[in-house]
């Protein structure tokens, strides 16, 4: 009789087990359904963007407005490529000249001092201390995030004492006075560049403790660049047959490495920096580049295999006549681990990088959206490739299909 009530006291245990452990399920399950049901609504982030309107700068915003995120654009009006169709439409423009002073700027100042606050400010256009200065005191009591777009040219005013690839901290300028000097007469562009950093790292240092995040990009490369350097070596090939100019390098580039970044890399990560994916980021600059590094000879020949222009020599000569378009600095490549640690910088891959580059250029050139472009481009061949400058219309409408008319050349 005792062990039959104990089996049933058993058995009523388990009952009770199986029928809380089924509750727990159900409950369990029906948060998560709930859970999945309410949707978090997306908050558009408030961007202003200093720029916006060139060949980085385009890209990012095609980005940021593709993601659903507002945009005020700081330029003087000018729009590169296709941008008018675009950025333009989407976004608000206010129009400000930063080569002059900010007191010349009142739609800005006025817009500035009526918002409440901006998620993040973009700057791409502060070339000179002074700009990004005025620009910092205007928006940093209302600036969550500040992300200067800066160069790798940084590095040629400063003192780097090894051989590997360039880091971010060897951005450090000489402390010989005489030394500085001269470094800043070979490279203003890199001085400039680097004194906007300093201006934003000792603002931030202040009172201000305002966030920011310094990016510094190599040669960048892609559609719709505004230097036209792709693009001119691309045609070059395409249209060699018509042209006399060999491509040549210069020996002095013959073993140089070289560092370049794809736009489309840089603007995805601008963009993640905005939708505070890395805030841990904070206070710090970032080199970026691809991952694979090469010559200016190596460059062109997967240029010229990608085009299939097999016919086309590239020669390496100390010769007058070589032509350097890459890289524009002379250390070499820079190093990027510190923003694959921090960033999980993941840039797109050579192979597709030239292919799509490539493949936007071939379509550029027929495209109605880009003739001003195409004159331009058709002009630098003329000038510079050929003494005769009718066969270069001869050459686009053999190779490209192009409407232009037979003409003459003078005797």
Known sequence: MKRMCCQLDQTHRMKLLNTAWFFFHFLLTLSQCVAMAVEVPFIPKQILIFGGNGFIGSSTAEHLIEAGHKLTLVSRGNWYWDSASTVMPFVQHIKCNRRETMEQCSELKHYVANIEQFDAVIDFSAYYAETIQESLDLVH??????????TDSVYEVC??????PTLETDAVRPESEEMRKNFESWDSYGHHKLECEEHLTNFSAGNSALPFVILRLPDVIGPRDNTNRWWYYQLWMKLKYYLEKDIIVPKSSENRLMSMVYVNDVADMIKKLVQNNYPNAYFQTFNLALKETFTLKQFLETMRDQLNATNVSITVEDSP?????????KLGPVDTTKAEQILQWAPTKWADVLRETCDFYEKAIASHYFINQRSDMIRMLQNYLTTKPNNVYRALRNVYGLGYPETKDEL
């Open 141 to 150: 009591r209302k600036t969550k995030l500040y992300i200067y777009i800066s």
């Open 321 to 329: 006549l070589a032509t350097r378009m890459y890289p524009s600095v």
């Open 159 to 164: 003192i780097k004492n090894h051989t590997g």
